[in-house]
T-cell receptor, first 113, second 109 residues
Framework: KAGVTQTPRYLIKTRGQQVTLSCSPISGHRSVSWYQQTPGQGLQFLFEYFSETQRNKGNFPGRFSGRQFSNSRSEMNVSTLELGDSALYLC????????????FGPGTRLTVL | GIQVEQSPPDLILQEGANSTLRCNFSDSVNNLQWFHQNPWGQLINLFYIPSGTKQNGRLSATTVATERYSLLYISSSQTTDSGVYFCAVPTGTASKLTFGTGTRLQVTL
């Protein structure tokens, strides 16, 4: 079974631009969650999508948004990029059950100049 | 919200040594995961262990849910074990994980 895939793996953007990251979950998984990892804040939950609906949301500004498609692939969008958005963005895939194990992709490393 | 603390924050071992990493959490949980973050940033699943003890090769983990802690044991460490180890627990739902601050392990020859 293929693992979680994320594209692109690396991105360089400038302040004010917007960016879209993609995550394809493990086949059969319906839940995709997104996390931001920075040296200062550690790993923080952004949001979760399940069956094309946002089911949970973390404490991030509205510039961070996402969506999920009928094939469970998910995209995350960040608008009006700031220097502080430079981070490793990880997505996690699971079946979506109440005690489901999370499996992570390789991440997208975003640098904002 | 739930607090997750890991200790020690940093650990340097010689190859072949054993180590114990600890994860304390502030509230009851119904599952817990241990991850190893490799140098490229990917989180590798080590254990899904809501309670009890599990073993996988040189690694084992024990979670005592009633006392709100989990331990990760690494025996006969190898240089490939280097990296950061995280524990994570769900907050509200299984898909919303709260991570500890991690233990950075360096295994030297």
């Amino acid at each position: 079974k293929a693992g979680v895939t994320q594209t692109p793996r690396y991105l360089i953007k400038t302040r004010g631009q917007q960016v879209t990251l993609s995550c394809s979950p493990i086949s059969g998984h319906r839940s995709v969650s997104w996390y931001q990892q920075t040296p200062g804040q550690g790993l923080q939950f952004l949001f979760e999508y399940f069956s094309e609906t946002q089911r949970n949301k973390g404490n991030f500004p509205g510039r961070f948004s996402g969506r999920q498609f009928s094939n469970s692939r998910s995209e995350m969008n960040v608008s009006t990029l700031e220097l502080g958005d430079s981070a490793l963005y990880l997505c996690a895939s699971s079946s979506g059950g109440t005690r489901s194990e999370q499996f992570f992709g390789p991440g997208t490393r975003l640098t904002v100049l | 919200g739930i607090q997750v603390e890991q200790s020690p924050p940093d650990l340097i071992l010689q190859e072949g040594a054993n180590s114990t990493l600890r994860c304390n959490f502030s509230d009851s949980v119904n599952n817990l995961q241990w991850f190893h973050q490799n140098p490229w940033g990917q989180l590798i699943n080590l254990f899904y262990i809501p309670s009890g003890t599990k073993q996988n090769g040189r690694l084992s983990a024990t979670t005592v849910a009633t006392e709100r802690y989990s331990l990760l044991y690494i025996s006969s460490s190898q240089t490939t074990d280097s990296g950061v180890y995280f524990c994570a627990v769900p907050t509200g739902t299984a898909s919303k994980l709260t991570f500890g601050t991690g233990t950075r392990l360096q295994v030297t020859l």
